[in-house]
């Protein structure tokens, strides 16, 4: 799988993705640590969640439609350099009467990703064959794993010496390094006709239909689209009471939290690691379903870690080593599930459909989100964190379902080179 980075073109999106996800991780970890310290509120911290997963839902299909007719390249390159534009609005932000320009922010960046994702998306299986997705998509998600392990302590160091300010700054350097990675990225296929003038909204429209059309007849892709929202109302959730749960159960701050995301990262990497020989081995629906319910099971036992019967010191070193183990079925689940949908779409539709399943993935996700933000408060963190379990739970049960048979292709033995430029 690492041999694959001798693939140049592939190589430089890889790096990229790594050094933007490095300052991702340090803003994750610092921005609700900083939103709920200026507030106290759950509610406040949902907002920041809520603007970041809006975008999703109201143009992620649109923003697809475009992708699949510009050139992919140069979308990335566009993205990354607004996304680090909008990051600027963060930085004059002291007290809680400036949080529309945090929400402001997140928006904007978010809309900014929506245009990336669904490129890179595209991108990939042009640059690697459609035989190495797996391998690919799986360094891909070591990028995540490898900053999720080393990035978040250093964030939260940055915020408790440095302040807010620091981790924003970081975040914007690494935009601008990945936008210029990019630009040295060559590739062959040559974007669809461009849209122009006042043909732009009909075509943009006719695109869009058709490739909602392709997500309704496909059965595996609407088995995705079903096992994915599940899990990222899930997802929502967690985003919003994740880092309160820690404060209010465990006592614990920005230091902490970046502990918790660097041992998940432990087991993400063993995961990204050991996915290819498991995809070998077991059939492609049965490692998505037990990947969610074993993903299940480890959030219900942390979220629960003051119920066990250790001793209060134990409990800090307990969620880390659950956390941990909790890499191992989310590598499992999710790289398997983007590879699959990769393989299910033929490319002139890959940028509408990733668009498309963006946006029903933010839907989920926006769900999770105000479901914890309006309830938080109400019914207690740890209850609507057990529902994040339970869901899980169910959508390892809709995978072994909905997607029985399905399996990946993948050919090791493939010339990772056939598509290098």
């Known amino acids: 799988m690492i041999a694959m980075l001798r693939n140049r073109n592939f190589a430089l999106v890889w790096l990229a993705g790594l050094i933007s996800f490095a300052g991702d ?20 911290t949902g907002g920041t969640f809520i603007a970041l997963s809006l975008p999703r839902l109201l143009l992620g299909s649109l923003a697809g439609v475009f992708v699949d007719r510009w050139d992919r390249r140069t979308t990335m390159i566009a ?40 490129a890179e998306s595209a991108l990939v299986p042009l640059l690697v064959g459609e035989k190495q997705l797996l391998q690919a998509n799986a360094l891909i998600s070591l990028n995540w794993e490898i900053m ?68 309704a007849r496909s059965g595996p892709v609407r088995a995705i689209f079903a096992v994915m929202a599940v899990a990222m109302v899930a997802e929502g959730l967690v985003n919003v009471l994740g880092f309160p749960w820690l404060k209010q159960v465990l006592n614990g701050g920005a230091i902490e939290r970046g502990w918790l995301a660097s ?90 459909v990733f668009g498309a399943y963006g946006a029903a993935l933010g839907l989920a996700t926006l769900v999770g989100q105000a479901l914890a933000s309006a309830f938080g408060d109400i019914l207690g963190i740890v209850p609507l964190l057990d529902l994040v379990g339970l869901l899980y ?13 399905q399996q990946l292709a993948a050919a090791p033995q493939a010339d990772p080179y056939a598509y290098e430029s």
């Open 25 to 44: 991780w340090a803003l994750l970890i610092a921005l609700p640590v900083f939103i709920y310290d200026l507030t106290g509120s759950t509610l406040a």
């Open 79 to 118: 993205a990354n350099l607004l996304a680090a534009a909008a990051l600027l609005l963060l930085l004059p932000v002291r007290d809680p009467s400036d949080l529309w320009l945090v929400y402001v922010s997140a928006f904007l960046h978010t809309t900014c990703t929506l245009f990336f994702m669904p």
């Open 148 to 215: 999720r392990l080393v990035a978040p302590p250093l964030g939260g160091l940055a915020m408790a010496w440095l302040g807010f300010g620091s981790v924003v700054a970081i975040d914007i350097v690494s935009f601008l390094a990945a936008a210029g990675l990019v630009m040295l990225v060559t590739q062959r296929r040559a974007p669809a006709e461009p849209m122009a003038g006042r043909r732009i909204w009909r075509q943009a429209g006719h695109d869009l239909a058709e490739g909602l059309a392709l997500v």
């Open 263 to 352: 041992a998940q990262a432990v087991g993400g990497l063993l995961g990204g690691l050991l996915i290819s020989r498991m995809a070998r081995l077991v059939r492609t629906s049965y490692l998505i379903g037990a990947s969610g319910m074993m993903l299940g099971m480890l959030v219900l036992a942390y979220v629960n870690v003051t119920a066990l019967p250790i001793a209060p010191a134990l409990w800090l070193p307990a969620v880390l080593l659950l956390k941990a183990l909790q890499g191992l079925p989310i590598m499992g689940m999710f790289v398997s599930i983007d590879t699959l949908l990769q393989q299910s779409i033929a490319d002139r539709y890959r940028g509408r």
């Open 393 to 405: 739970l169910a959508g390892g049960l809709l995978a072994l379902v909905l997607l029985a048979g």
